[in-house]
């Protein structure tokens, strides 16, 4: 009888240890995520978590829409109280549960923008997969969701109403092998866990803005037409179902189309379609507008025929913030977080006069270490930031360099900042643990320091070259191209 029972106990023992890696399974995929998921759901898990938690801060306005919004957008050129919900792939399906979601769990905003583009109101087809993949649609949206592509949906979203929805709605919600095993595979020795924090703090700066978009210019080969202008019936429903839940919340809703590059073509027929459609739609809601930024930008501020740039971003940006002042205006505030996205932005510029209009007006410092000897009147008439000429910064112990600064403070130059201009080998700017060192250009033009003044950091050392262009393009401290 003794064996026996240690021969139950014995199997019992194995059982567990048998049973005990396919339980840790889902509790590793959950806790986990952004140990082994590829880089493209770092965003939606970034939006899902956003949306499904209690915040704090007040956030005044959101931005729902596809990969274009996001891109466009900029939480912190538009306010401190601005965040971007936009999802890549995404139709107004999704953008009605973000919405759900935020509103769920925190105060509503006051202002929402909405923008999708065209071939996302006109397929059937959203990011399902994606979604459920991090878990950012519940059991009970699923089955709404299953009910509306019954009743509204097309091919290829048809699959949905399959006799295997609900299997794989479960498959999902329990974080099957399946499904997530040949990420979690994928991500062993990858590195992935490292790359996607990294991209989830990023994102968390930027306040949703995840878009892989870098300041690369598009070199259109043909023009793209527009003639026909459609919107799938299940789009359609999701778009009423946005505006119904923002008319029972009470938030202002513009619906806004975004600008497209100069090779873009429209034909009468398409710009009246697009007029009557939302003409239509927002009809019965005092609380919606609609607004086409109807003049197209150059090539240089998009990365493709769809999607802004970072300069288009920022131009598109300053201009939305112009076009709504009642939207924006209480909400200006020069916070840490907003900071922390601006030196991303400028960490990131290649151009001199984008930088300086990034600056312009802001808590930023440069110091200049000028190898033209003449940067008094070669800085002003490239780049003088809002008028202000670059000012000569007069140290005692100073006989070697030519050293200048632009500030916000236009002609004071913040105490906090200090500058070292004994050694040989160049300048060094320091502000509280931060420093840096500017040496001089090998050609004709300025090395030269931008310098936070809230978060007290040095955002980064570049060089530019004075040429036939002015000061245009940045090099990074060792003199290569960014």
Sequence with gaps: MRDIFFKVIKLGVK??????????????????????????????????????????????????????????????????????????????????????????????????FVSYMDYHLEEDEFTWDVCNFVHKLSKEQNAEIYKMVEKYGAAPVEELTSPDFDWDVLMYSVYSPTIYSPSVLKSIGSGRRADNRASYQDVDTRLGRYSSITNREYDPENVTGYSKFKVGKLEHEYYKKILELCNKKHINVHLVKLPLSTDSGFIDDYEDEIKSYYDDLIE????????????????????????????????????????????????????LQRMAAFDLDIAGENYMGELTKRIDDKPYTLVILDGTCNLQDLYYMSVGVNGRDVQWLDLEDNDKYAIYFVSANDKKFPKDITIDATSKDGVVVGIGSDIAQLENTKKTGISFAVVDNVTKKIVCTRQCLFDEKGFRDLLDSTGENL
């Excluded at 274009?68 to 971007?84: F, K, R």
């Design 284 to 335: 019965d809601y005092n609380n919606a507008d609609f607004y086409w930024f109807h003049t197209t930008y150059e090539h240089e501020f998009f990365c493709d025929q769809y999607h802004m740039n970072n300069h288009g971003a920022f131009r598109f940006s300053r201009e939305l913030k112009e076009q709504y002042l009642d939207v924006f205006k209480d909400y200006q505030q020069v916070t």
């Design 15 to 112: 059982c567990v240890l048998v049973m005990l890696p396919v339980a840790a399974f889902p509790l590793y995929c959950q806790k986990c995520m952004l140990s082994f998921c590829g880089p493209d759901y770092v965003g939606p898990y970034w939006n899902k978590e956003f949306t499904q938690m209690p915040h704090e801060k007040y956030y005044s306005t959101l931005i729902i829409g596809d990969s274009t919004a996001n891109a466009a957008y900029l939480p912190e050129v538009l306010s401190d109280s601005a965040v971007n919900l936009g999802l890549a792939g995404s139709s107004t399906v999704e953008g009605y549960y973000t919405l759900e979601d935020y509103l769920a769990n925190n105060k509503a905003p006051k202002d929402i």
